[in-house]
């Protein structure tokens, strides 16, 4: 059974930095990519970046410049670090699977869901 779990969220002070974590089980980063989104309150899930099965990533226009996506296949585990953290990245930060290249920031396009962690950035 495949499951995701994230971690590592909590409150930062604008222009402040997080790390967020997502494990996987029931199955291999070789076979599955894993990609991140984020839902604030009364706004819709948006997609934030990517990694694919084949190492590649991708970012939407809202992270490119602040957010890495990087993994470690021996934890079978996807980090998302989170830089220079505005008030409008508040949001639970969720990580899904697979992840394909052609539709990554699609929500539809996952099967699996993490429970998400939430991020608050506030002074």
């Known amino acids: 059974q495949i499951r995701l779990a994230e971690s590592g969220g909590g409150l930062v002070q604008p222009g402040g930095s997080l790390r967020l974590s997502c494990a996987g089980s029931?199955?291999?980063?070789?076979?599955?990519?894993l990609g991140w989104f984020r839902q604030a309150p009364g706004k819709e899930r948006e997609g934030v970046s990517c990694i694919s099965n084949r190492h590649g990533t991708y970012y939407a226009d809202l992270a490119k410049g602040r957010f890495t996506i990087f993994r470690d296949a021996d934890k079978n585990t996807i980090y998302l670090h989170l830089n220079s953290l505005k008030t409008e990245d508040t949001a639970v930060y969720y990580c899904?699977?697979?992840?394909?290249?052609?539709?990554?920031?699609?929500?539809?396009?996952?099967?699996?869901w993490g429970q998400g962690t939430q991020v608050t950035v506030s002074s």
């Open positions: 029931g199955f291999t980063l070789d076979r599955y990519g």
């Open positions: 899904a699977a697979p992840c394909y290249a052609s539709t990554w920031w699609v929500p539809g396009g996952y099967d699996y």
